[in-house]
């Protein structure tokens, strides 16, 4: 016998995860379920996650918020990319854009053209001067739309995590989710199955569901103090535990960009929104005292703070399972991947697009729970590598902690990856992967790694002919750069769209 359809979804906590959840699954799902979310004044939240990554557009897309409006009710800027600083060596920088950088000539990738080129001397040591979004990002530029000829660009957002959140709720319980608050102080579980029945509040209150999706943060109140799920534990690659964070007052006009600087025992965020910067450092405590790792903080910010610097502690890795029985886990309560490419609103979204695609019946068909799993773990550990590899591949050793960094084993998978780079200059991705080849070669080159040779197919074009398509394709980047408006006038623009409507 087929079993029936879920009516009743419960979200267990708030936040950025909870309210995406909620917004995404009642847009997916429509009136067919009852989606409650359950979330406490009482527990705070994270909040300090401002930046994101492309795709986040198109999960706004997809639920209905206009762009300008989710700027304007976010206090946000746009994101063009990242830029390192002294991670490869102190005095180095390079940028992580969004979008392509040049593009293939035939099945060969562009970084192998580029290669060949700058051996010939034809080619300048910028590899980034064919990248409209770097361009753009370092000229303090955007506009959604390219200028004739010239070059689209990709892009994401920073913004205020607290009140993306409170957005979110807003859209979600117009959607018909019902918000329950109050704190969970028990959880009813299936005497038999160990299913999560019912989740029950500190005033005695009962919150049923047939699917609990956990956004409880690190504590994982249902994945794991319930389910006892377990937890991987990747600190031996990443042991960064601790950050501070501190908003500050803006010194400057925005920047369309994340920075990010390398510290002697971690490395330190600033993130612009238009009412504030957002800063933090990241560090590991094996490595440094906090308080130290405090007033680097602070001796760093470039405005005055506007709050008490706040302490976030946490271990890097994933749960053991991430659905497991009827709960699935998201956000926080899935796994922490430290924020140094700002994939954790991504791991949600991502998360929550598995979870549709193998959304189940009320039989639970342990196929459908293994399945997202697997593909949840190969995303976690694509991501950890990536991750890895901007500390592995580094000249630094001019502290403890960046010498313990470059001479740290790594994983298997990230050693493979290096080794068809640094020799013949390949690069592959697979099809879900969230960083795709251009990220990775501008990562590797970012961080020093140059391969022993280019494609040999670059020998069947002629030199002159090549150096000819490589100027064509720098002009057009240069020309999206210098014809978009200033980072600054489009955020005007977008401000006083809701005046002019």
Not at 262 to 274: E, F, M, N
Not at 275 to 293: C, I, L, M, P, Q
Not at 345 to 369: E, K, M, N, Y
Not at 462 to 490: I, S
Request: aromatic letters at 10%; one cysteine or more; charged letters at 20%.
């Amino acid at each position: 016998m087929t079993a029936g359809p879920i009516r009743n979804v419960t979200i267990v906590g708030g936040g950025t995860a909870g309210w995406m959840s909620a917004a995404l699954l009642a847009r997916a799902l429509g009136p067919s379920a009852t989606i409650t979310l359950v979330e406490s004044e009482e527990i705070g939240t994270v909040g300090v996650g401002e930046a994101s990554i492309p795709q986040l557009r198109f999960f706004n897309a997809f639920i209905g918020l206009d762009e300008d409006a989710f700027l304007r009710a976010t206090q946000g800027t746009i994101k063009l990319g990242i830029e390192f600083v002294d991670w490869l060596r102190p005095g180095h920088r390079y940028m992580h854009a969004f979008g392509s950088v040049g593009r293939s000539l035939g099945t060969t990738p562009f970084h192998h053209w580029w290669l060949d080129a700058r051996r010939r001397g034809t080619a300048g040591e910028d590899f980034w001067a064919w990248s409209a979004n770097a361009l753009a990002a370092r000229a303090g530029r955007f506009g959604r739309v390219a200028p004739e000829g010239g070059e689209p660009l990709s892009w994401a957002f920073h913004f205020d995590a607290v009140l993306y959140a409170r957005h979110l709720r807003g859209h979600a319980e117009a959607q018909g989710v019902q918000r329950v608050e109050g704190r969970v102080v028990a959880v009813d579980q299936d005497p038999d199955s160990g299913f999560v029945r019912a989740v029950t509040l500190k005033d005695g209150r009962r919150v049923e569901g047939e699917l609990f999706v956990d956004c409880s943060g690190f504590r994982g109140l249902l994945i794991e103090e319930a389910l006892k799920t377990g937890y991987e534990d990747w600190s031996r690659w990443l042991p960064m535990d601790s950050a501070w964070a501190v908003p500050s007052r803006d010194a400057a006009p925005p920047v369309p960009y994340t920075r990010a600087w390398a510290r002697d025992a971690g490395w330190q965020w600033r993130i612009p929104l238009q009412h504030r910067t957002g800063n933090g450092h990241v560090f590991s405590g094996a490595w440094t005292d906090k308080e130290t790792a405090r007033q680097v903080l602070m001796d760093n910010l470039e405005g005055e703070p506007l709050a008490d610097p706040r302490l976030l502690t946490f271990v890097t890795g994933r749960r053991k399972a991430f659905w497991n029985r009827n709960v699935v886990a998201l956000g926080l309560a899935s796994g922490f991947m430290e924020p140094l490419e700002s994939t954790s609103i991504h791991l949600v979204q991502s998360g929550l697009a598995r979870l549709l695609a193998l959304f189940p019946d009320q039989g639970f068909d342990p196929a459908l729970t293994a399945e997202f799993n697997r593909q949840t773990g190969d995303e976690y550990a694509r991501i950890r590598d990536f991750l890895v590899l901007h500390y592995k591949a580094t000249e630094r050793d001019d502290t403890p902690f960046w010498a313990s960094r470059k001479a740290m084993e790594i994983p298997e998978s990230l050693a493979a990856r290096l080794s068809l780079f640094t020799g013949p200059g390949r690069v592959f991705s697979h099809e879900d992967d969230l960083f795709k080849e251009t990220s990775w070669v501008q990562v590797l080159l970012g961080q020093g790694l140059t391969p022993a040779a280019a494609h040999p197919m670059t020998a069947a074009v002629a030199d002159a002919r090549v150096d000819d398509w490589l100027a064509d394709l720098a002009h057009a980047a240069a020309r999206t750069a210098n014809a978009l408006p200033t980072h600054a006038a489009f955020l005007a623009g977008a401000v006083r769209a809701e005046l002019v409507g």
